[in-house]
T-cell receptor
Framework: GAVVSQHPSWVICKSGTSVKIECRSL??????MFWYRQFPKQSLMLMAT?????????EQGVEKDKFLINHASLTLSTLTVTSAHPEDSSFYIC?????????FGPGTRLTVL | AQSVTQPDIHITVSEGASLELRCNYS??????LFWYVQSPGQGLQLLLK??????LVQGIKGFEAEFKRSQSSFNLRKPSVHWSDAAEYFC?????????????FGTGTRLKVLA
């Protein structure tokens, strides 16, 4: 139980385009999901907290207009990187909370050319 | 301010040797404590967690961790390391306040296992 999936697992896009990443809790409902960014050989950096049916809460320094988060249902949250640039290339990981425990997705590798 | 410290950035052990990864936290009350493992290019997998009760917690893959309130520590141990344990290990704490959660991760410890 407590499986979280992400799609796609990797994506390459051109600079200026937008990319959508999906995070799904497969066997449980999650009112809260989190989006992280991880740079090579570094820890996770929390980007935002996604709450079902309400606006996401962004961490300081994260541009909410650039990283659009939608949590339309109890099993799906999406992160859209708008007008992506090479500096947005990173590993993005989502997590979903159940019983006070975070369960993580496998991550999405984004490369912006 | 709340924080999580993993003092060892890298640890190298021989296969079959014992392992201890250190984790210290800074928080006034008892937090929820977690250990996660991350293989290259993968998400994080939950190894074990401590909420309350018995301070020695058993997890998956033969790992255990002990919560020591007096030392504000939650060290991860394994009596005999396997080559497949080579990965990045993250300690995390959850601070619960007014119905909200704040997760704080340590910087991670990269484990290398020698054959």
């Amino acid at each position: 139980g407590a499986v979280v999936s992400q799609h796609p697992s990797w994506v390459i896009c051109k600079s200026g385009t937008s990319v959508k990443i999906e995070c799904r809790s497969l066997d449980f409902q999650a009112t809260t999901m989190f989006w992280y960014r991880q740079f090579p050989k570094q820890s996770l950096m929390l980007m935002a907290t996604s709450n079902e049916g309400s606006k996401a809460t962004y961490e300081q320094g994260v541009e909410k207009d650039k990283f659009l988060i939608n949590h339309a249902s109890l099993t799906l949250s999406t992160l859209t990187v708008t007008s992506a640039h090479p500096e947005d290339s990173s590993f993005y990981i989502c997590s979903a909370t159940m019983s006070d425990t975070q369960y993580f997705g496998p991550g999405t590798r984004l490369t912006v050319l | 301010a709340q924080s999580v410290t993993q003092p060892d950035i890298h640890i190298t052990v021989s296969e079959g040797a014992s392992l201890e990864l250190r984790c210290n936290y800074s928080y006034g009350a008892t937090p929820y404590l977690f250990w996660y493992v991350q293989s290259p290019g993968q998400g994080l997998q939950l190894l074990l967690k401590y909420f309350s009760g018995d301070t020695l917690v058993q997890g998956i893959k033969g790992f255990e961790a002990e919560f020591k309130r007096s030392q504000s520590s939650f060290n991860l141990r394994k009596p005999s390391v396997h080559w497949s344990d080579a990965a990045e290990y993250f300690c995390a704490v959850v601070i619960r306040r007014m119905g909200t959660y704040k997760y704080i991760f340590g910087t991670g410890t990269r484990l290398k296992v020698l054959a």
